[in-house]
């Protein structure tokens, strides 16, 4: 298995939600609606910025207040990494847009 693959499948790690142009509950919000989303793994040389098809059934945004930017947001989908199938999971606090998140690699 790839390195870096394993190093974020091993224990939870500090991830941002990474949106541009602006950092906010808001863009978030905007980018769940499209079903994709960028999530930063940030302990990694430069950060690892990853774009994750959202599993909708499988998220959760019950806790989330995207008016106010409180609560927080459970984040599943899947993506291809260094030629590894991973699932991302990630829980962001919307009012720092920070949380923590790890991958899980996905049988071939």
Same mark, same amino acid.
Request: proline share 3%; with cysteine.
């Given at each position: 298995?790839?390195?870096?693959?394993?190093?974020?499948?091993?224990? #939870?790690?500090?991830?941002?939600?990474?949106?541009?142009? #602006?950092?906010? !509950?808001?863009?978030?919000?905007?980018?769940?609606?499209?079903?994709?989303?960028?999530? &930063? +793994?940030?302990?990694?040389?430069?950060?690892?910025?990853?774009?994750?098809?959202?599993?909708? &059934? !499988?998220? @959760? +945004? @019950?806790? !989330?207040?995207?008016?106010?930017?409180?609560? &927080?947001?459970?984040?599943?989908?899947?993506?291809?990494?260094?030629?590894?199938?991973?699932?991302?999971? !990630?829980?962001?606090?919307?009012?720092?847009? @920070?949380?923590?998140?790890?991958? #899980?690699?996905?049988?071939?």
């Amino acid at each position: 298995m790839n390195e870096l693959v394993q190093r974020l499948s091993e224990g #939870e790690h500090p991830v941002e939600a990474s949106l541009k142009p #602006e950092k906010t !509950a808001t863009a978030l919000k905007e980018s769940i609606d499209r079903g994709y989303v960028h999530i &930063k +793994f940030t302990n990694t040389k430069g950060g690892t910025d990853l774009g994750i098809k959202l599993d909708s &059934k !499988a998220s @959760n +945004f @019950n806790e !989330a207040d995207f008016d106010h930017q409180t609560g &927080k947001v459970h984040l599943v989908g899947d993506l291809t990494l260094n030629y590894v199938k991973v699932r991302c999971i !990630a829980d962001i606090d919307l009012a720092t847009l @920070n949380g923590k998140g790890h991958l #899980e690699p996905l049988e071939a």
